[in-house]
């Protein structure tokens, strides 16, 4: 295990880098056991997070060291434990480690093989000396910003390359905004007959690129991995559907509500309330299906958003005349 990475090291596997000394908890323990447990066997001196595995030695949350000692002694771990633990996968880079840490902000995460079984932990102390003693400084911000200047070496490249590699995604936004004006050209009659359509198309545009940035986030921290998991992809769609149908049915209530207190027009306030549902669970649906697919051909990240909120806006509008004009006249 190497003891401090530096640039020359990014595109490592960060399974090459882990760090032995972490500990685990069971969820079915109680926190007073869990704490007995430890007493009776050595721990490293930088143990932040305490891991829960299941009785296969899966990961299945995290329980920051404050929470378990700050917890009744017969709660169990199960019922204290972060579910939504971010892990990293031990075939993912060094270079993809850095952003976890950038974006996540967090001291140390779990490095799992396609079981979730942990085979380590990476420390942000690893990333380089000047942030060792992070413990006896005011703030974080420092270690992250140093982070990302070995993401930055790690992702220098001339601008004219970088130009060619981003440009052609950013087309994907101005078809799509192409795309979207004509057709609200297509139905200029109808918003010429219901002036209050066209007074919400912001607010419905926004929610469902809002939700599909969300989504697409979750899916491309899920697709770290050589090979994608197909059994994940599908659980990964069908929870989107169940989050994106409150998500869509609560914000299309709020809307609409407004829309009817405001114009006193109660079928198109409901058209407007369904249009957002509709939409929010076809952008969350997008923000898993395309970059999954991106992921069978390319590195999704640079398409990936562009690719989404183009084609969400345009299932968006879509949606939005189509019910408008099936429900109004």
């Given at each position: 295990?190497?003891?401090?990475?530096?640039?020359?090291n990014?595109?490592?596997?960060?399974?090459?880098h882990?760090s032995?000394?972490?500990?685990?908890?069971?969820?079915?323990d109680?926190?007073?056991?869990?704490?007995a447990?430890?007493?009776?066997?050595?721990?490293a001196?930088?143990?932040?997070?305490?891991?829960?595995?299941?009785?296969?030695?899966r990961?299945?949350?995290?329980?920051?060291?404050?929470?378990l000692?700050?917890?009744?002694?017969d709660r169990?771990?199960?019922?204290?434990?972060v579910?939504?633990?971010?892990?990293?996968p031990a075939?993912?880079?060094?270079?993809?480690?850095?952003?976890?840490?950038?974006l996540h902000?967090?001291?140390?995460f779990p490095?799992?093989?396609?079981?979730?079984?942990?085979?380590?932990?990476?420390?942000?102390?690893?990333?380089?000396?000047e942030?060792?003693g992070?413990?006896?400084?005011?703030?974080a911000?420092?270690?992250?910003?140093t982070?990302?200047?070995?993401?930055?070496?790690g992702?220098?490249?001339p601008?004219?390359?970088s130009?060619?590699?981003?440009?052609p995604w950013?087309?994907?936004?101005?078809?799509?905004?192409?795309?979207?004006a004509?057709?609200?050209?297509v139905?200029?009659?109808?918003?010429?007959?219901?002036i209050?359509?066209a007074?919400?198309?912001?607010?419905?545009?926004?929610?469902a690129?809002?939700?599909?940035?969300?989504?697409?986030?979750?899916?491309l921290?899920?697709?770290?991995?050589?090979?994608?998991?197909?059994?994940?992809?599908?659980?990964?769609?069908r929870q989107e559907?169940?989050?994106?149908?409150?998500l869509?049915?609560?914000?299309?209530?709020?809307?609409?509500?407004?829309?009817?207190?405001?114009?006193q027009?109660?079928?198109?306030?409901?058209s407007?309330g369904?249009?957002?549902?509709?939409?929010?669970?076809?952008?969350?649906?997008?923000?898993?299906?395309?970059?999954?697919?991106?992921?069978?051909?390319?590195?999704?990240?640079?398409?990936?958003?562009?690719?989404?909120?183009?084609?969400?806006?345009?299932?968006t509008?879509?949606?939005?005349?189509?019910?408008?004009?099936?429900m109004?006249?």
């Amino acid at each position: 295990m190497s003891k401090v990475i530096g640039p020359e090291n990014l595109d490592d596997p960060v399974g090459d880098h882990v760090s032995p000394e972490f500990a685990t908890l069971r969820g079915d323990d109680a926190v007073g056991e869990a704490l007995a447990h430890l007493r009776s066997r050595p721990l490293a001196q930088k143990i932040v997070y305490f891991y829960v595995v299941d009785a296969d030695d899966r990961l299945v949350g995290v329980v920051p060291t404050r929470r378990l000692l700050m917890s009744e002694p017969d709660r169990k771990v199960s019922a204290i434990m972060v579910d939504a633990v971010i892990s990293i996968p031990a075939s993912a880079s060094v270079l993809t480690a850095c952003e976890f840490f950038i974006l996540h902000r967090l001291l140390a995460f779990p490095v799992v093989d396609d079981d979730r079984r942990i085979v380590g932990v990476v420390d942000v102390n690893l990333f380089t000396g000047e942030i060792i003693g992070l413990a006896e400084r005011r703030s974080a911000d420092s270690a992250f910003q140093t982070i990302g200047v070995h993401v930055a070496l790690g992702r220098k490249a001339p601008s004219w390359v970088s130009f060619k590699d981003r440009f052609p995604w950013l087309l994907c936004n101005i078809t799509g905004g192409i795309a979207c004006a004509l057709m609200a050209g297509v139905y200029q009659h109808l918003l010429e007959q219901i002036i209050v359509l066209a007074l919400f198309i912001p607010v419905v545009l926004a929610l469902a690129e809002s939700v599909s940035i969300q989504s697409m986030t979750l899916t491309l921290q899920a697709l770290q991995q050589e090979r994608i998991n197909w059994r994940l992809v599908r659980l990964s769609l069908r929870q989107e559907f169940l989050t994106a149908s409150l998500l869509g049915a609560a914000s299309g209530l709020i809307v609409a509500s407004a829309a009817l207190v405001w114009k006193q027009q109660r079928m198109v306030a409901l058209s407007v309330g369904t249009s957002i549902l509709l939409a929010i669970v076809i952008a969350c649906l997008l923000g898993v299906i395309l970059p999954t697919l991106l992921r069978l051909f390319r590195d999704p990240k640079i398409a990936a958003g562009p690719l989404v909120l183009a084609t969400a806006d345009i299932l968006t509008l879509l949606s939005y005349f189509g019910i408008a004009r099936w429900m109004l006249t």
